[in-house]
Every structure is written in structure tokens, then in C-alpha cells.
């Protein structure tokens, strides 16, 4: 079966199909499969421990970053991954949350991880609280050398900011968008001044209107076990899923008027305006004709 779309963002862009860990004690003998843009394949690893990955017959080129693994599904060179320097930081805790199916374009699922706004009214009592409601103006470019997208600033008052914090912080956030499907966003570390937590959003889109959203932590925290930390994550995205599930279109409307929008979501619109000038097609809402 061939690839479901021909958009060259999606399909020149290395895309995750989970965690390294999946492919452990998996040989060639007995694949596991994997779902990528309206198509299967076949994953495994070999007595060296490298991964491959194959599609239709033919093989496709992968690697394993961050304890990831990312395809190339294009048939030109693959560019390089992005960066993400503080997953080799000595001290710090990397943590897979693993991956939450969402029915809806990898866009919105990307755009909602950017979004503060909504902090009090669907992260209640964690991530915010009324009347804690008004974003503070904070910035949001496209950095020149990267091609990425940085918002920063941004801070909002937190009454528990993750699963360690004791009390409420006024939390400071910078946001990065690497890929159209990719995003990390750094928080101020609650136990250590200076720090930035880092949660990585990597989404694997199955199709255009399915996705798989991967979380993983590259924390400054010593104290917490896992099983918390994955706990407190998985009750946060908990929350936005439905919410997301119910948006109409499902595909992300890059243009026009559809949806309204204000000084706070400065974030959105710089994210919705890069995909479009990028040209991409995948999980956006086709404009109806003038
Ligand atoms: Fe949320």
C-alpha cells in the first residue's frame, strides 16, 4: 500500500513510529508492524541491535534518536534530525511516557501542546487555576537559522506545575517547533532554579485524521519515580484528548477566518502561518474555493 499523501513536509521530515524500547528481542524472523501515514510497516532490529525498517516491499531508512525511532519515508536525502542537546545533559532523567491515540490531525494535537490559554479552564488545579486566567504578552518568532519556531516569555501562574511541585509557581515556558509534527516545550524546573524541564512532543501520524502522540521527559528531577511522573503526563493529555477529539474540522485551518483568534494565541497563529508559508497540506483543512 503506498503512503497517503505526497506532501513533501511530511514526507522529507524523519517521523517517529515510537519508542526504541518496542524493539527489543524483535528480529527480522518476526517483525513488529507499525502505522505512518496510511501505511504499514515492518520494524525490527538486528544482532548489532540497529533498527530497519521496511514499506512495501522496499527498505526504508531509520535511526534511533532520544530513544526514538524515526522513519524517512521520501525518496530524496534525508535532512538532518533536529537537535536536542539537553537529552545527553549528564544528570538529567529521561523519561518515555509513551504513546496516547488521538482521532484528530497531528496539526491540532501540536497546536493545543503550544497553547496556554487554556490552562485553567481544562488543566484545573495543576497547570491553572481561575481566576489565574490572562496570558502575559511573551514572544514568538521563526528563528533564521533553523527554520523552527520560539516562543518565549511565556509564564503563567501554576498552582502544581508538574508532579513534584509543592506549592504554586509562577512557571516560566519557551515552546519549540522543530517539525510541523515535533514540538518541546522547557518549563522551569520546580526543585532546581536555572533549569529547564524539557517534555517532548513527537507525533506519529497514522493517517490524516488519527495520530499517535509520544511524550517524552528529559526532566531535572531526582526525586519522583517514573511511574509518577508518567502518571501526572498521562492525566494532563487525559484532559486535552476529548477536547481535541471534538474539534471540528479535524483538519487545522491555516488560513482564513474559521476560527477566532486573540493576542494570547500569538503561538498559534506564528505556527498555523509557518505551515502554511511551508506549504503543507497534511492534516490542513483544504480552503473552500473563493
Ligand atoms: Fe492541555
Known sequence: MPFCTTDPNLRNDWLTVGAASQLRQVSAARPVSARLLGNDLL??????????????????????????????????PAPALFELPEFAQPGRRIVDCGGIGVATSGLRVV??????????????GTLGKVPHTEVAPYRAVVDPAHGEIWATECHFFQPRASASAGDG??????????????????????NRAGEWDVIGLFVQPLDQEQVIAHILLVYDEDVLPDAEMIAF??????????????????????????????????????????????????????????
Not at 493545543?112 to 484545573?124: C, E, G, K, R, S
Open 43 to 76: 520494524l525490527w532490529q538486528d544482532d548489532a541491535g540497529a533498527p530497519h525498517c521496511s514499506a512495501d516491499g522496499r527498505a526504508l531508512p531509520i535511526i534511533c534518536r532520544y530513544d526514538y525511532l524515526w522513519v524517512h519515508t521520501g525518496d530524496g
Open 111 to 124: 497546536e493545543n501542546f503550544l497553547d496556554i490559554a487554556h490552562f485553567p479552564y481544562v488543566h484545573t
Open 169 to 190: 509557581i509562577d512557571a516560566h515556558y519557551r515552546y519549540r517547533v522543530m517539525q510541523p509534527l515535533t514540538a518541546a516545550l522547557y518549563k522551569t524546573c520546580p
Open 233 to 290: 503526563q498521562h492525566t494532563i493529555f487525559g484532559q486535552d484528548k476529548p477536547i481535541l477529539e471534538s474539534q471540528r474540522p479535524r483538519r487545522l485551518p491555516l488560513t482564513g477566518s474559521l476560527e477566532a483568534h486573540m493576542r494570547c494565541d500569538l503561538t498559534s497563529t506564528t505556527y498555523r502561518r509557518w505551515l502554511h508559508q511551508r506549504g503543507v497540506t497534511f492534516g490542513a483543512h483544504a480552503q473552500p474555493l473563493p
